[in-house]
């Protein structure tokens, strides 16, 4: 079942360097995992209640992938330029488990 990494990041005023080289970086600690951005910036329309920030989504092949990728040793050494200078949320979801899934 595909799984999502979903990022709600506070943009800082100033983006420190250490973060350009995450962005740099990222794509091949997920490529191993066959993750891929849905989402990455883009421009945010609140509907409801208060969105301060930036989204990233990311799309895994199932859960065991993106933690995979969370928990490797390649994106651990790459993820401190990240947090280290943004505050942010990050969880890791499942999708629905058909495409003609119904609430």
Do not use: C, N
Not at 36 to 47: D, L
Not at 56 to 73: D, I, K, N, Q
């Amino acid at each position: 079942m595909t799984a999502y990494l979903l990022a709600h990041l506070r943009r800082p005023e100033e983006i420190h360097p250490d973060v350009l080289e995450y962005k740099e970086k990222v794509q091949a600690t997920m490529d191993p995992f066959f993750g891929r951005f849905i989402v990455r910036g883009g421009t945010v329309e609140v509907k409801e209640g208060s969105w301060p920030g930036d989204v990233v989504l990311l799309e895994f092949p199932s859960m065991e992938h993106a933690r995979g990728f969370y928990h490797s040793a390649a994106y651990q050494e790459i993820l401190p330029l990240r947090t280290d200078h943004l505050e942010g949320d990050l969880i890791i979801v499942e999708g629905v488990d058909a495409p003609d899934h119904t609430s």
